[in-house]
């Protein structure tokens, strides 16, 4: 007689505990953009979320400032409170989603939560980029897990797959564009040819940027969810403090269409990039991470350059998966709940387990954290670099090439802007892009180069990055 080789192996005296059976209970902080969502998405899917979770997710109390708002959206069979704190360590919940924001009181409510032997659901990415390695270590000692998918590129299920998809993988680098409101300006920049205050104003209008768009636009928030990954991708600690962090707000029109006269576009890229002793491109034996944040030029046929408007594309290189991609939405009400509610049923199928066997916080077991892995300084980054250097006459350009090449910067195109892109009788533009080369080269090469009498107004540099398989 056929027997189904699954359920044969299934134990007939496995019996859940009625614990194990029961919804997992919710207690949320917040319930403006992603804790509405997370609402909305666990009423309407709840029968399909119970039956991928093996039980149901109710959420029990809610915390707001605004109990008339949040009376509108979780109705009148959800207690309501106007203290967090409460619902940190509220005796009926298993688990908090925290969906407030910010860093210090979210902290104290996240670490109350921990010591009353709650889990921890956030996608509060700035408060781990800062106060994750406190968090987990509080999370280890109480045998709680913190979970945060909703942290980095929404939609994108990135945490999950570094940690459990690529988990036979030394990963190499990953990179992306992680942060749908400046990738939104810089497409607006590119495809209508406005400056950046123009492109700002109209991603504010369209809902794209806050009000105050500083964790944006100046890549700090970005920055938060680096951090984040190269945590995961190489088993180091959270080192935000270390990363380095530039923004969009002083990239000019005019290297948008240069950049796209040499053959690249121009995006806010987050880069953590593993460099093994010796394999510095000059041989410098530079040993550590790279993590930053800036505005580069990749070319115009890579795949991440067409992630465009508010969407996120993040790539990982493994030495054996080689290079993958991930696409999907950087932000939004349910794409942040498609997050949040993955992480709660994660809650849900380890709830009883012992911590030992569950997929760790940052990917590896605390022992296994490289506490030593540093971030490596700005001036030891090696990368292409993009140069644009005003000039006082047109015939100088074969000058500014042979001036850099003697400083050790090595020249691999140089070339005139055309001068459709510039402003008529406007100063000519050198364009200069180099092989790969230290930051510190570059940085003593722009900075001499500035005095040339040839140069007629500050030097502009990019990176530029290939992200090649
Ligand atoms: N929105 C997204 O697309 C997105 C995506 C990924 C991650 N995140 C992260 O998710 C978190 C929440 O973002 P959000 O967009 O949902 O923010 P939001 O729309 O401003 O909602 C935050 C909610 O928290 C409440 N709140 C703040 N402080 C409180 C306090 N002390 N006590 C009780 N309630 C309090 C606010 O209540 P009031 O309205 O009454 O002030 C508001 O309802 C942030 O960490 C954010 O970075 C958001």
Redesign the pocket.
């Known amino acids: 007689m056929f027997r189904d080789p699954v359920q044969s192996l299934e134990a007939p005296s496995f019996q859940p505990t009625a614990e194990a059976l029961r919804p997992l209970r919710v207690g949320m ?9 997370t609402f909305r998405v666990l009423a309407r899917n709840q029968a399909l979320i119970a039956g991928r979770a093996g039980r149901g997710i109710e959420v029990v109390v809610v ?4 109990l008339a ?2 009376v509108s959206v979780v109705g009148k069979d959800v207690a309501l409170t ?3 704190l409460q619902v940190a360590t509220h005796p009926d919940v298993d688990v908090l989603v ?5 860093t210090g ?2 902290r104290e409510w996240v670490l109350a939560a921990i010591r009353a032997g709650k889990h921890v659901v ?6 781990l980029a800062e106060h994750g390695n406190e968090i987990f270590a509080a999370a280890r000692q109480h045998g709680v897990a913190v979970a945060y998918e ?2 980095v590129a ?1 939609s994108i299920p990135i945490v999950k797959a570094l940690r459990e998809g690529l988990t036979a993988n030394r990963i190499e680098w990953v990179a992306g564009i992680i942060n749908g409101t400046t990738n939104f300006i810089l497409s607006k920049m590119r495809d209508e040819g406005v400056g950046f205050a123009q492109a700002l104003a109209q991603a504010q209008a369209l809902g794209y940027a806050e009000a105050d768009p500083t964790f944006d636009i100046e890549g700090i ?1 970005a920055a938060h969810k680096i951090t984040l990954l190269a945590a995961n991708a190489f088993g180091m600690p959270l080192r935000f403090a270390d990363a380095q962090v530039e923004g969009i707000t002083a990239l000019q029109g005019l290297d948008v269409v240069c950049a796209e006269q040499l053959g690249f576009r121009i995006k806010l890229l987050g880069v953590a990039r593993r460099r093994e002793h010796g394999d510095g491109v000059n041989g410098d034996g530079a040993d550590g991470v790279e993590l930053r944040v800036q505005p580069a030029l990749i070319p115009a046929t890579h795949l991440l350059a067409h992630v465009n408007g508010s969407m996120n594309g993040i790539m990982v290189k493994g030495d054996a998966s080689g290079v993958t991609m991930y696409y999907g939405a ?4 349910e ?2 709940a498609s ?1 949040v509610i993955a992480d709660l049923v994660d809650v849900a199928r380890l709830h009883g387990t012992h911590a030992a066997q569950r997929v760790p916080h940052l990917g590896f077991h605390a022992p296994a954290i490289h506490d030593h892995l540093a971030v490596l300084p700005r001036a030891a980054v090696h990368t292409r670099h993009y140069l644009r250097v005003p000039v006082h006459q047109a015939q100088q350009v074969e000058a500014v090439g042979a001036w850099l090449a003697a400083q050790h910067v090595p020249v691999a195109k140089v070339q005139l802007a055309c001068a459709q892109h510039l402003p008529a009788g406007g100063t000519p533009q050198v364009l200069v892009l180099t092989d790969a080369v230290a930051q510190a080269t570059v940085d003593l090469a722009v900075h001499a180069l500035g005095a040339h009498p040839a140069v007629a107004g500050p030097v502009v540099s990019l990176r530029v990055e290939m992200l090649e398989g």
Do not use: C, F, M, Y
């Open positions: 902080i917040g319930i403006g953009t992603v804790g509405a969502g915390a707001a400032r605004n708002r949040a106007n203290d967090p925290e969906a407030a924001g910010g009181p979210a956030t996608a509060n990415k700035a408060l909703g942290a929404v928030d950087g932000a939004g009400s794409q942040t997050a």
